[in-house]
T-cell receptor, first 112, second 116 residues
């Protein structure tokens, strides 16, 4: 069985400072990993995905994530936060058959 | 393309009432699914379908029915609404692949359902 733990329920940063959202996963097989973003009253939008190619994955809006098998982690980073980045972020693990398990989410607040 | 369209956006029901949440996609995706989102719990899979005529249960199927008569539509039915079903419901779709590499899902904007 696979599962995801997002280590922080809430992260607050100042505009222009780096963002780090942490995600650890558990999987019996080589997983596919995703990060999604959800803005208020909207559905989820794909930020990036890892599917066993390069371990450093670049996504939209300047986000990237690094797959570290030894640490079973898939942390999301961005060098410089923008006000528009304020949203809820979900880390997702999947092993075949579109069976996706979502983390509980991390709410990102960006202060001016 | 509209993507994934969910209706209604908001609904209030009384305990015991029934209703159907509609979901339609125009991307010719084989795979469709329904999730519920509750605070602090992420999204949990209710039911999914890998193609017309094929459905299966997810993590939290009790109290919900689905059918898939066409590729485009995947309605979710609440047979007898209970307060525990108050939630935000999301429909999603994706291409189906024969490999273990999973395709990202496309989500609708959600249906906010309150059961009194």
């Amino acid at each position: 069985a696979q599962s995801v733990t997002q280590l922080d329920s809430h992260v607050s940063v100042s505009e222009g400072t780096p963002v780090l959202l942490r995600c650890n996963y558990s999987s019996s097989y080589s997983p596919s990993l995703f990060w999604y973003v959800q803005h208020p009253n909207k559905g989820l939008q794909l930020l990036l995905k890892y599917t066993s190619a390069a371990t450093l994955v670049k996504g939209i809006n300047g986000f990237e994530a690094e797959f570290k098998k030894s640490e079973t982690s898939f942390h999301l980073t961005k060098p410089s936060a923008h006000m528009s980045d304020a949203a809820e972020y979900f880390c997702v693990v999947s092993v075949g058959n579109n069976d996706m398990r979502f983390g509980a989410g991390t709410r990102l607040t960006v202060k001016p | 393309n509209a993507g994934v369209t969910q209706t209604p956006k908001f609904q209030v029901l009384k305990t015991g009432q029934s209703m159907t949440l509609q979901c339609a996609q125009d991307m010719n995706h084989e795979y469709m699914s329904w999730y519920r989102q509750d605070p602090g719990m992420g999204l949990r899979l209710i039911h999914y379908s890998v193609g017309a005529g094929i459905t299966d249960q997810g993590e939290v199927p009790n109290g919900y029915n689905v059918s898939r008569s066409t590729t485009e539509d995947f309605p979710l039915r609440l047979l007898s609404a209970a307060p525990s079903q108050t939630s935000v419901y999301f429909c999603a779709s994706s291409r189906r692949t024969g490999s273990k590499e999973n395709q990202p899902q496309h989500f609708g904007d959600g249906t906010r359902l309150s059961i009194l």
